[in-house]
């Protein structure tokens, strides 16, 4: 039987509430799972927002947001780090591949930032929380922007989505639309096949295609016309795709030390996420283009 979670003030994980899989008005996430997890408000009118506008009227457990969050954050901040370390400069024109409901696009305020992603509805909030911002629906195989229109694509967890017979046609894709000397940030579940990995699953989500190696992003990134200059993990938890590597998120979710020991463990056993820069080639944007694996 699922316990009320509200009376445990946030010490009972979100897979043992009663109200975590429940439809809620917009007062019963402030009141209920708000006090209970210590959602800000922004958190709060997201998850409603979620149970309302997504097609399939998704109830996101409001741990599982958090978590979702902080490895898009981490993803997104490792991205700006190396545009900085490589000197790309504020006010440059950023194109951000499949954004979303664009929940990091304050991290680039200083950049002409475009938000791009076939999800309307995703767009549509997406431009009612940043107003400041540019969105566009785009197929991200055949986009319609002119050759050289951007400084920066970011491509962040899209590529394991796209069908790999597509793969190369992306990346030639994002090439195209930078200019030359400009930066591709690109990061993807590590595809790299390990014996704990053969026993637990080979994909950390189900609607990944197949997850690629460091090796198949080089050979994409070469199809395409690029040059891989750096790649380094990222400080995210990714499990094996399932309902028991779920419970587990849920177990660990705001329990800092926890999840830091399961994500060391994850790791070893392969499961990491790696973010990549490449170059269009002969841009000059690095002295010695070359792959730099940083840990």
């Not at 800000?40 to 149970?51: A, I, R, S």
């Not at 930066?183 to 990995?197: A, D, E, F, I, Y």
């Not at 170059?279 to 944007?285: F, T």
């Amino acid at each position: 039987m699922l316990l009320d979670g509200s009376r445990f003030k946030g010490g009972l994980p979100c897979l043992f509430c009663r109200h975590a899989r429940r439809r809620k008005t917009r007062a019963e996430w402030r009141d209920i799972c708000g006090t209970c997890r210590g959602l800000t408000p922004d958190e709060c009118d997201v998850l409603y927002w979620y149970q309302e506008k997504i097609g399939e009227q998704v109830v996101v457990p409001p741990n599982m947001l958090r978590h979702s969050r902080e490895n898009s954050d981490a993803r997104y901040a490792a991205a700006r780090a190396v545009l900085q370390a490589n000197a790309v400069a504020p006010g440059a024109r950023l194109l951000d591949i499949g954004c979303g409901i664009s929940a990091q696009a304050d991290m680039f305020r200083d950049f002409h930032y475009c938000g791009a992603d076939l999800d309307r509805p995703r767009l549509g909030r997406a431009r009612s929380t940043h107003p400041w911002a540019v969105y566009a629906v785009q197929d991200v195989t055949r986009m319609g922007w002119r050759t050289h229109s951007f400084e920066v694509v970011l491509c962040l967890e899209v590529i394991e989505h796209v069908p790999p017979v597509q793969r190369a046609e992306l990346l030639r894709e994002l090439f195209r639309v930078l200019r030359p000397g400009g930066s591709l940030v690109l990061s993807t579940p590590n595809g790299r096949v390990t014996p704990w990995k053969r026993i637990l699953g080979r994909k950390c989500e189900h609607s990944h295609e197949r997850e690629l190696t460091a090796a198949e992003v080089g050979a994409l990134v070469e199809q395409g016309g690029g040059v891989l200059v750096h790649a380094q993990t990222v400080d995210n938890l990714i499990l094996p795709a399932g309902r028991v590597a779920a419970g587990v998120i849920h177990l660990v979710a705001g329990r800092s030390r926890a999840r830091r020991q399961l994500q060391w463990l994850a790791s070893k056993a392969g499961y990491e996420t790696v973010l990549y820069l490449a170059s269009p080639v002969g841009a000059g944007s690095v002295t010695e283009p070359a792959l730099v694996r940083s840990e």
